[in-house]
Structure formats: C-alpha cells, structure tokens
C-alpha cells in the first residue's frame, strides 16, 4: 500500500512566483519527513527536512510544513527560477526502521521563465 | 569532500545472468542504502548496511543480495535476472551513528537493462 502519496503528478508555475507541492501520508509511525529534487539522470539531491515535532522549517527560497493532525506536508519555494525544473520526491521515515525512506511517486515541476 | 560513487553507470544485461553493483560512501558514513527506481513502481527500498551487518531489508525477493565492507563500501547483487529487473539502482549514505534516519545522500545511480 502507497503510505506516501504526492497526488499532483506535474504542477507548472511562472518565474519568481510561489511553487506548491504537496504530500499526504498515511502511516502516523512516521517522525521525520523529507523533500528530494531529482533531475534526469542524477540521484535525489537533499533539500530540506521536518521532525514531526516541528511545524514548519525554512531553509532560503524553501520552507516546509508539516500538518500531523492532517497527515499532509508540504514544499513552498519562493520565488521559483526556471533551475528548480525537476521532479520533487517527499519521502518519511520512522525511527524503528533505520535508514529506510518511504518514498511518494514524485510531482514534476516545471518553472517557466 | 567526494559524494557516493556508483559503479558501473550504466550495465546491459542478459536474463538469466547475474550482476554486481558497488557504492562507495562519502568518506565518514557507515550507512548505506540501496534502492531501486522504476517508472511503475517509483523509489522502492532494497536494504540498509550499516557497520558490515544488514540492518534493514524491504520487500524484494532473494535475488536481490548485498554486503558491505569494512571501509564501508557496499556491494549489491541481483541473481538470474528478469525483465523487470530493469532499473535505476541508486545508493545513498548517512552519517549519523545514532538516529539512523537522518538526511541519506544519494550517488547518481547505476542504470541496469535486462534484454
């Protein structure tokens, strides 16, 4: 069974506008979320994270959200630029699992200039 | 600082056959996982090597093998391999010696085909 799930498959924005990516999660065993940027041919690269103690953690252009009572998380960046283009993978793990990462399905962003 | 290294990059392979990966660490991590990427089926968990010992295993048959060594260097291997074998492999190492889940970095993978 899909226990993460990113239900925008795509989602295309403009330049300097906000990007929004969203990922919902069924499994309440999970403490530590993750966001991940893929480009073609290159492994996940790591861009930010959230315990599930927190609601909120910003790193520059990228902020997360975490809504527990919700199970849903999210990945603002502001302002997008074309190089974000790539496919954004959020992925959980719970501590008795070690290193293990639930990965979603990925949503492909794409920023237009 | 070097990232994790994967080798071969990319692999074409028989049915039948056999193959062997290898992922080398950023210098410092004990932890390595291998996953395996498929357009149907996305990022899925192989296992997790952390000091030579497997500590981890996801839900894939017993084809799919690994060991890691003492420099924390890890090998993976698929045996009597299938079509659908056919896949990005990509590793990833982690750091902390404690929370074991903390951010993992990944290598850029080992494309396998399986013809």
């Known amino acids: 069974d899909q226990q993460v799930k990113q239900n925008s498959p795509s989602l295309s924005v403009q330049e300097g506008r906000i990007s929004i990516l969203n990922c919902d999660y069924t499994?309440?065993?999970?403490?530590?979320f993750l966001w991940y940027k893929k480009y073609p041919a290159e492994g996940p690269t790591f861009l930010i994270s959230?315990?599930?103690?927190?609601d909120k953690n910003e790193d520059g252009r990228f902020t997360v959200f975490l809504n527990k009572s919700a199970k849903h998380l999210s990945l603002h960046i502001v302002p997008s630029q074309p190089g974000d283009s790539a496919v954004y993978f959020c992925?959980?793990?719970?501590?008795?699992?070690?290193?293990?990462?639930?990965f979603g399905e990925g949503t492909q962003l794409t920023v237009n200039p | 600082k070097a990232g994790v290294t994967q080798t071969p990059r990319y692999l074409i392979k028989t049915r039948g056959q056999q193959v062997t990966l290898s992922c080398s660490p950023i210098?410092?991590?004990?932890?390595v996982s291998w996953y395996q990427q498929t357009p149907g089926q996305g990022l899925q968990f192989l296992f997790e090597?952390?000091?030579?010992?497997?500590?981890n295993k996801g839900n894939f048959p017993g084809r799919f093998s690994g060991r890691q060594f003492s420099n924390s260097r890890s090998e993976m291997n698929v045996s009597t391999l299938e079509l659908g074998d056919s896949a990005l492999y990509l590793c990833?190492?982690?750091?902390?010696?404690?929370?074991?889940?903390?951010?993992?970095?990944f290598g850029p993978g080992t494309r396998l085909t399986v013809t």
């Open positions: 990833a190492s982690s750091g902390n010696p404690r929370r074991t889940n903390y951010e993992q970095y």
């Open positions: 499994n309440s065993m999970f403490d530590y």
């Open positions: 959230i315990s599930s103690i927190k």
């Open positions: 992925a959980a793990s719970k501590e008795t699992s070690g290193s293990r990462l639930t």
């Open positions: 210098s410092g991590h004990r932890s």
């Open positions: 090597y952390f000091s030579e010992t497997q500590r």
